[in-house]
């Protein structure tokens, strides 16, 4: 069984500082400015979870704007995903709850660590499940922790220039099955 790196923040936070993200380029926000859509904080450059954020006065409150969107919401609203997880296979029929379950766990966990990391949309395809994400980073660790609880096949297709993963995870046997 492979092990996988822990989830580190000091990764995420140096991932940060190299934006090749198009969404993390635009015209920064005041720091105290809050995502309408998610409630994350801009503070000192980063997105930071709600509550989490600055604290600011109330004379510096009144130069922010009412309405900010975060690069996570605007990506969800142009439907513009930094990562596709495919999961296929006859294993999903019986598993299928399950599994998405941990999709969503997983959103939740990267979520506490970055705001900026979470779903777009799962839908369902024909013979599968399709989840857009909005990093690539997530991508890759959800079809990591896919495999890590119910082993199966899993392949990366990953672009550097552009930051979009494509992972593929794919099981088609029940029961037992060596990791
Ligand atoms: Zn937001």
Known sequence: MRKSKPYSPAAVKKRELLPKDPYLR???NPDG???AGCGAVYKSKRWALPGKGASVSLKARASIPAVVT???CQKARDKYPGGVV???GHF???HRDE???LVRNEEARARGYNPLERII???SRAGGIEVTTTTEKLAQRIGREVKKAYGGTLGYTWSHDVKFARVGWEREKEGRESR
Do not use: F, M, S, W
């Open 92 to 94: 999903l029929d019986g």
């Open 99 to 101: 599994i998405l379950n």
């Open 26 to 28: 635009k015209t920064p």
């Open 86 to 88: 495919t999961l296929r």
């Open 33 to 35: 400015a809050v995502c």
């Open 121 to 123: 949309e799962i839908k």
């Open 70 to 72: 975060c690069p996570a």
